[in-house]
């Protein structure tokens, strides 16, 4: 009565080579998972605001720059030059006022209307950069 999955005498061996292959395949398999994770790193964002931590009112408030429908740019309100106007030396000139008077750190807020034309945005965008404004962030229009 031969039976059984044993050799002749009786003996059950133990395969190493399929459990090698496994151990192979999840060591690769895990080598290679490990390689793609992506690391997570945290932004560093300043959303402008008129208030610091401690409640009391910043010495340099945002000057905010508002493009209407019709291409007209206003400075805290204030128009500036004409709405053809594309070197904008009036606005440039008010710009570089502010970061004599305020520093680098004077946050400029660029909010176009929706129906603005994005040619007058960039026309803002290279007067903001032509007057040194460094800390420039976009936001809604009040108009």
């Given at each position: 009565?031969?039976?059984?999955?044993?050799?002749?005498?009786?003996?059950?061996?133990?395969?190493?080579a399929p459990i090698l292959d496994l151990l192979f395949v999840l060591?690769?398999?895990?080598m290679s998972s490990a390689g793609a994770q992506i690391k997570e790193a945290e932004l560093g964002i300043k959303i402008p605001g008129g208030k610091t931590a401690a409640g009391q009112?910043?010495?340099?408030p945002p000057a905010q720059l508002d493009i209407n429908a019709?291409?007209?740019v206003f400075l805290n309100q204030t128009p500036m030059d004409t709405p053809n106007s594309k070197e904008m030396n009036g606005l440039?000139?008010?710009l570089k006022g502010l970061?004599?008077?305020?520093?680098?750190?004077?946050?400029?807020?660029?909010?176009?209307a929706s129906s603005a034309r994005h040619e007058r945005v960039v026309d803002v965008l290279n007067?903001?950069?032509?007057?040194?404004v460094k800390n420039l962030a976009f936001g809604t229009s009040s108009m």
């Open positions: 009565m031969g039976g059984g999955g044993g050799g002749e005498e009786g003996e059950f061996g133990l395969q190493i060591l690769i398999f895990f009112v910043e010495e340099n019709f291409g007209q440039k000139a008010e970061i004599a008077k305020f520093g680098e750190k004077q946050p400029v807020i660029i909010a176009p007067a903001c950069s032509a007057a040194g």
